[in-house]
């Protein structure tokens, strides 16, 4: 550990303001430049911070490296909970990523819980969450098990980010060897439940997704944990969705619902109004699904999800061979990514490729470039599903050789997406 993240943290904890402990030894800016890491104090200067912050310089770096830990395994159980991302973000600037520890457990201990709260506030940077993960990835077989458990669910976190649903759920399933080892405690039994239902959802292991988000509900319930047990709610409803059973899907959502209006928690509100959209999506109400994709707008904050509304929309107008309000609600679509600033995200393909297939000329060019970018980002259920739509263009056009080409290539991408290898395992 660093002298100026001694000095810093004792700092705060105390209450301390830079001022204060600068004071007759240093100037404030240099105060802060040491804290930062950025200027290395004379001996001198660090006796006399560390005799005004009360320091024992050869007993506090143990004593501070367990104190830290402590801190930081709180606010990740805070984060777990709450998932509060603002004030995380906030108070992670605490915990830097270059930090090095005298004892190799507690060093393990910082990065494995540190990963696991970058992953809570992630928004998109990938890079950074890397660079997180390889400071974080200790040896595995020099783990105990509770360590082993948090870097398996780590992992398992990183691949599900990265789409790579099928290492997310062995890495997720892999913790079902450790957590029984140890004292888990309650949240972090739920959270580790919810984690893999939603892995197991995502494999097409719907059974075991459902019976994972029920054993998570009736842990967050009994932690009155109310806003988790609305998302294991959804991941309960897709469940039932998947298996064509929209009844209970429904009852679920309408539960969540209730949850909803009990408690004020009107931030799930387009979460679950999308979910019952979906559900009247599949089946076959399009009309009663688009007035929900349109509800669901007006309760969003987050780019992302406002544009799964809108493409939600677009599909079950291209349903209804309304061309015009795929126009329409395309060029909805464009304008809300370019006044977000994001014109290039993957929902812009999406855009186009419906735009596209709704007015007049050859689609040729523009399906093409759809299905190799989904490809390239192994997003294969969608490559597979406008290599589809190109193949029975060519097909429709008489163009059989590229129309074989294409179902070939869509036969491809789904075998990719099930991870199927053999033909006998359809």
Request: aromatic share 14%; with cysteine; glycine share 4%.
């Amino acid at each position: 550990m660093t002298v100026g993240h001694i000095i810093l943290s004792e700092r705060k904890r105390q209450n301390m303001k830079q001022a204060v402990l600068a004071n007759k030894i240093c100037s404030v800016s240099y105060l802060s430049k040491i804290e930062n890491g950025v200027a290395v104090p004379s001996d001198e200067i660090k006796s006399l911070l560390y005799k005004k912050l009360n320091i024992d310089e050869n007993s506090f770096s143990q004593l501070d490296e367990k104190r830290i830990i402590h801190e930081l395994y709180l606010l990740l159980k805070e984060s777990v909970i709450k998932r509060n991302r603002k004030e995380l973000n906030q108070r992670l600037i605490d915990y830097p990523v270059d930090l090095v520890f005298q004892d190799p457990k507690i060093h393990s201990t910082y990065y494995l819980y540190l990963f696991r709260l970058y992953f809570i506030s992630y928004k998109g940077d990938l890079d950074h969450l890397k660079k997180v993960m390889e400071v974080s990835i200790p040896a595995e077989g020099c783990l105990d098990a509770p360590l082993r458990f948090q870097y398996r669910l780590n992992m398992s976190l990183f691949y599900y980010v990265q789409e790579q649903y099928g290492l997310a759920l062995e890495y997720a399933e892999k913790c079902l060897l450790d957590y029984r080892l140890f004292s888990i405690e309650e949240w972090q039994l739920a959270d580790f439940y919810y984690i893999l239902s939603l892995c197991s959802l995502k494999r097409h292991k719907t059974h075991q997704a459902y019976e994972h988000a029920l054993e998570a509900s009736k842990i967050f319930q009994g932690q009155f944990q109310i806003d988790r047990v609305i998302d294991c709610y959804v991941i309960m409803a897709n469940c039932m969705k998947r298996g064509l059973k929209f009844e209970q899907a429904e009852e679920l959502l309408d539960k969540a619902f209730s949850i909803i209006s009990d408690h004020q928690l009107d931030h799930y509100r387009g979460l679950i109004l999308q979910n019952l959209g979906e559900v009247s999506a599949k089946k076959g109400d399009s009309q009663k699904a688009i007035q929900y994709f349109e509800e669901s707008i007006q309760c969003k904050k987050d780019i992302s999800s406002i544009c799964i509304s809108i493409l939600s929309i677009i599909i079950e107008y291209s349903k209804l061979k309304d061309p015009e309000n795929v126009i329409s609600w395309c060029q909805k679509g464009f304008d809300y990514l370019k006044d977000h600033g994001c014109p290039d995200s993957k929902y812009h393909f999406h855009f186009q490729a419906y735009l596209t297939m709704n007015q007049p000329g050859n689609p040729e060019k523009t399906i093409m470039e759809v299905v190799d970018f989904f490809e390239a980002a192994n997003d294969y259920r969608h490559a597979h599903k406008y290599a589809v739509y190109l193949a029975d263009y060519y097909a429709m056009n008489r163009k059989f050789k590229n129309a074989s080409l294409y179902y070939q290539k869509a036969n491809e991408n789904y075998f990719n997406h099930y991870s199927i290898k053999n033909w006998e395992e359809l």
